[in-house]
Protein backbone atom coordinates (compact mmCIF):
# COMPACT_ATOMS: atom_id res chain seq x y z
CA UNK A 1 0.00 0.00 0.00
CA UNK A 2 2.22 2.90 -1.31
CA UNK A 3 -0.29 5.52 -0.34
CA UNK A 4 -0.01 8.76 -2.71
CA UNK A 5 2.88 8.58 -5.43
CA UNK A 6 4.23 11.67 -7.44
CA UNK A 7 6.69 11.90 -10.17
CA UNK A 8 9.03 13.80 -11.03
CA UNK A 9 10.13 13.77 -7.39
CA UNK A 10 12.29 17.26 -8.80
CA UNK A 11 12.45 18.99 -12.12
CA UNK A 12 14.38 21.88 -13.50
CA UNK A 13 12.19 23.79 -16.45
CA UNK A 14 13.17 26.73 -18.61
CA UNK A 15 10.69 29.68 -18.70
CA UNK A 16 7.86 28.70 -21.69
CA UNK A 17 8.61 25.01 -21.45
CA UNK A 18 5.85 22.61 -20.60
CA UNK A 19 5.37 19.95 -18.66
CA UNK A 20 3.02 16.95 -16.34
CA UNK A 21 3.20 16.28 -12.32
CA UNK A 22 1.91 12.31 -12.62
CA UNK A 23 0.20 11.91 -9.08
CA UNK A 24 -1.47 8.39 -7.69
CA UNK A 25 -3.16 6.78 -4.99
CA UNK A 26 -4.37 3.04 -4.04
CA UNK A 27 -6.66 3.96 -1.35
CA UNK A 28 -9.41 3.92 -3.83
CA UNK A 29 -10.22 7.74 -2.61
CA UNK A 30 -13.53 9.70 -4.60
CA UNK A 31 -11.36 12.90 -4.48
CA UNK A 32 -7.83 14.51 -5.47
CA UNK A 33 -5.97 17.94 -4.93
CA UNK A 34 -3.34 19.59 -6.25
CA UNK A 35 -1.52 22.15 -3.94
CA UNK A 36 1.62 24.18 -4.41
CA UNK A 37 3.63 25.28 -1.18
CA UNK A 38 5.43 28.29 -0.98
CA UNK A 39 7.49 29.77 2.09
CA UNK A 40 5.49 31.64 4.45
CA UNK A 41 2.24 30.83 2.18
CA UNK A 42 1.01 27.45 3.48
CA UNK A 43 -0.09 25.34 1.63
CA UNK A 44 -2.47 26.76 -1.42
CA UNK A 45 -4.89 25.11 -3.34
CA UNK A 46 -4.78 24.43 -7.07
CA UNK A 47 -7.17 22.50 -8.21
CA UNK A 48 -9.67 19.40 -7.01
CA UNK A 49 -11.37 16.47 -8.04
CA UNK A 50 -14.70 15.84 -6.12
CA UNK A 51 -14.91 12.50 -7.98
CA UNK A 52 -14.13 10.70 -11.24
CA UNK A 53 -15.28 12.64 -14.05
CA UNK A 54 -14.91 16.26 -11.97
CA UNK A 55 -12.54 19.09 -11.09
CA UNK A 56 -12.63 22.45 -10.57
CA UNK A 57 -10.25 25.36 -10.04
CA UNK A 58 -8.97 26.29 -6.27
CA UNK A 59 -7.52 28.92 -4.84
CA UNK A 60 -4.70 29.63 -7.58
CA UNK A 61 -5.46 27.56 -10.82
CA UNK A 62 -4.24 30.19 -13.16
CA UNK A 63 -1.33 29.00 -15.60
CA UNK A 64 -2.26 25.34 -14.79
CA UNK A 65 -4.77 22.38 -16.25
CA UNK A 66 -5.92 18.94 -14.61
CA UNK A 67 -6.86 15.76 -16.09
CA UNK A 68 -8.93 13.17 -13.65
CA UNK A 69 -7.42 10.11 -15.97
CA UNK A 70 -9.28 7.58 -13.36
CA UNK A 71 -10.29 7.16 -10.02
CA UNK A 72 -6.17 6.55 -9.37
CA UNK A 73 -4.26 9.17 -11.01
CA UNK A 74 -4.56 12.97 -11.00
CA UNK A 75 -2.43 14.85 -13.34
CA UNK A 76 -1.40 18.64 -12.84
CA UNK A 77 0.19 19.99 -16.43
CA UNK A 78 2.01 23.48 -16.96
CA UNK A 79 1.62 24.81 -20.62
CA UNK A 80 4.22 27.41 -20.39
CA UNK A 81 5.76 27.97 -17.73
CA UNK A 82 7.02 31.16 -15.39
CA UNK A 83 9.52 31.65 -12.86
CA UNK A 84 6.44 32.22 -10.51
CA UNK A 85 5.54 28.81 -10.79
CA UNK A 86 8.56 27.95 -9.08
CA UNK A 87 7.43 26.18 -5.74
CA UNK A 88 6.98 22.74 -4.02
CA UNK A 89 3.90 20.81 -5.50
CA UNK A 90 1.25 18.26 -3.15
CA UNK A 91 -1.04 16.22 -4.37
CA UNK A 92 -3.25 14.67 -1.93
CA UNK A 93 -6.47 12.60 -1.55
CA UNK A 94 -9.56 11.74 0.30
CA UNK A 95 -12.52 9.74 1.36
CA UNK A 96 -14.22 13.47 0.38
CA UNK A 97 -16.29 13.66 3.61
CA UNK A 98 -16.10 16.77 5.59
CA UNK A 99 -14.80 15.09 8.59
CA UNK A 100 -12.03 12.92 6.46
CA UNK A 101 -8.31 13.96 6.31
CA UNK A 102 -6.55 14.43 3.71
CA UNK A 103 -3.43 12.05 2.55
CA UNK A 104 -0.34 13.66 0.97
CA UNK A 105 2.16 12.99 -1.04
CA UNK A 106 6.37 13.35 -1.08
CA UNK A 107 6.11 16.68 -3.09
CA UNK A 108 7.63 17.80 -6.43
CA UNK A 109 10.28 20.37 -6.51
CA UNK A 110 10.25 22.41 -9.80
CA UNK A 111 12.24 25.31 -10.26
CA UNK A 112 11.30 27.52 -13.65
CA UNK A 113 14.35 29.60 -14.64
CA UNK B 1 -15.31 30.97 4.21
CA UNK B 2 -13.40 29.38 6.81
CA UNK B 3 -10.20 31.01 7.67
CA UNK B 4 -7.06 29.78 9.94
CA UNK B 5 -4.55 32.19 11.53
CA UNK B 6 -1.22 30.43 13.15
CA UNK B 7 0.60 33.04 15.85
CA UNK B 8 4.08 32.72 15.35
CA UNK B 9 5.53 31.46 11.73
CA UNK B 10 9.20 30.13 14.07
CA UNK B 11 8.55 29.06 17.63
CA UNK B 12 11.57 27.52 19.71
CA UNK B 13 11.78 25.59 22.45
CA UNK B 14 14.26 23.61 24.41
CA UNK B 15 14.43 19.88 24.40
CA UNK B 16 12.58 18.87 27.17
CA UNK B 17 10.19 22.34 27.48
CA UNK B 18 6.67 22.70 26.79
CA UNK B 19 5.04 23.24 23.14
CA UNK B 20 2.72 25.16 22.02
CA UNK B 21 1.61 26.13 18.62
CA UNK B 22 -1.28 28.17 18.32
CA UNK B 23 -4.01 28.20 16.08
CA UNK B 24 -7.27 30.44 15.68
CA UNK B 25 -9.85 29.66 13.08
CA UNK B 26 -12.91 31.24 11.93
CA UNK B 27 -15.57 29.22 10.68
CA UNK B 28 -20.09 29.66 10.21
CA UNK B 29 -20.43 26.51 10.74
CA UNK B 30 -19.26 23.58 13.80
CA UNK B 31 -15.86 22.88 12.33
CA UNK B 32 -13.25 19.96 11.98
CA UNK B 33 -10.18 20.39 12.55
CA UNK B 34 -6.74 19.59 11.90
CA UNK B 35 -2.76 19.40 12.43
CA UNK B 36 -0.72 18.30 10.09
CA UNK B 37 3.20 17.99 10.60
CA UNK B 38 6.13 17.99 7.78
CA UNK B 39 9.39 16.90 8.34
CA UNK B 40 11.92 18.52 6.10
CA UNK B 41 11.83 17.45 2.65
CA UNK B 42 8.53 15.40 2.70
CA UNK B 43 5.01 15.55 2.59
CA UNK B 44 2.38 16.44 5.24
CA UNK B 45 1.55 13.95 7.93
CA UNK B 46 -1.22 14.17 9.99
CA UNK B 47 -1.52 14.82 13.83
CA UNK B 48 -4.68 15.06 14.83
CA UNK B 49 -8.15 16.32 14.08
CA UNK B 50 -11.16 16.93 15.94
CA UNK B 51 -14.57 16.15 14.25
CA UNK B 52 -17.06 15.48 16.66
CA UNK B 53 -17.09 14.76 20.84
CA UNK B 54 -14.27 14.72 23.08
CA UNK B 55 -12.81 18.68 22.79
CA UNK B 56 -9.68 17.36 24.25
CA UNK B 57 -7.59 15.02 20.98
CA UNK B 58 -4.66 13.14 21.41
CA UNK B 59 -2.41 12.54 18.28
CA UNK B 60 0.84 10.74 17.33
CA UNK B 61 4.41 11.49 18.91
CA UNK B 62 2.32 12.43 22.51
CA UNK B 63 0.82 15.62 20.88
CA UNK B 64 -2.71 17.03 21.55
CA UNK B 65 -4.94 19.54 21.07
CA UNK B 66 -8.10 21.41 22.74
CA UNK B 67 -10.90 22.58 20.71
CA UNK B 68 -12.27 25.18 22.32
CA UNK B 69 -15.15 26.87 21.02
CA UNK B 70 -15.83 30.03 22.79
CA UNK B 71 -12.03 31.39 22.20
CA UNK B 72 -12.40 29.81 18.33
CA UNK B 73 -9.07 28.11 18.87
CA UNK B 74 -7.50 24.63 18.50
CA UNK B 75 -3.71 25.02 20.12
CA UNK B 76 -1.25 22.38 19.65
CA UNK B 77 0.61 21.57 22.89
CA UNK B 78 3.04 18.42 23.64
CA UNK B 79 4.14 18.41 27.31
CA UNK B 80 7.92 17.54 26.30
CA UNK B 81 9.64 18.46 23.03
CA UNK B 82 11.89 16.09 21.82
CA UNK B 83 14.85 17.01 19.03
CA UNK B 84 12.98 15.11 16.53
CA UNK B 85 9.59 17.20 16.92
CA UNK B 86 11.69 19.89 14.77
CA UNK B 87 9.33 20.44 11.86
CA UNK B 88 6.95 22.83 10.62
CA UNK B 89 3.02 22.32 11.65
CA UNK B 90 -0.02 23.23 9.74
CA UNK B 91 -3.82 23.99 11.25
CA UNK B 92 -6.14 23.51 8.89
CA UNK B 93 -9.72 23.23 8.80
CA UNK B 94 -12.40 21.71 6.62
CA UNK B 95 -14.09 24.79 3.98
CA UNK B 96 -17.80 22.78 2.97
CA UNK B 97 -17.71 25.73 0.06
CA UNK B 98 -21.16 26.41 -2.10
CA UNK B 99 -20.42 22.93 -3.48
CA UNK B 100 -21.02 21.19 -0.66
CA UNK B 101 -17.92 19.19 -1.39
CA UNK B 102 -14.95 19.16 1.47
CA UNK B 103 -11.75 21.74 0.78
CA UNK B 104 -9.02 21.80 3.61
CA UNK B 105 -7.80 25.67 4.07
CA UNK B 106 -4.19 25.95 6.00
CA UNK B 107 -2.49 28.38 8.29
CA UNK B 108 0.73 29.56 7.04
CA UNK B 109 2.55 27.01 9.20
CA UNK B 110 4.54 27.15 12.38
CA UNK B 111 8.13 26.25 12.19
CA UNK B 112 9.33 23.77 15.41
CA UNK B 113 12.95 24.81 16.34
CA UNK B 114 13.86 22.50 19.24
CA UNK B 115 17.30 23.00 20.99
CA UNK B 116 19.61 20.53 23.12
Known amino acids: NAGVTQTPKFQVLKTGQSMTLQCAQD?????MYWYRQDPGMGLRLIYY???????DKGEVPNGYNVSRLNKREFSLRLESAAPSQTSVYFC????????????FGPGTRLTVL | AQSVTQLGSHVSVSEGALVLLRCNYS??????LFWYVQYPNQGLQLLLK??????LVKGINGFEAEFKKSETSFHLTKPSAHMSDAAEYFC??????????????FGTGTRLLVSP
Open chain 1, 27 to 31: MNHNS
Open chain 1, 92 to 103: ASSPGRFESEQF
Open chain 2, 50 to 55: YTTGAT
Open chain 2, 92 to 105: AVSDYGNTGFQKLV
Open chain 1, 49 to 55: SASEGTT
Open chain 2, 27 to 32: SSVPPY
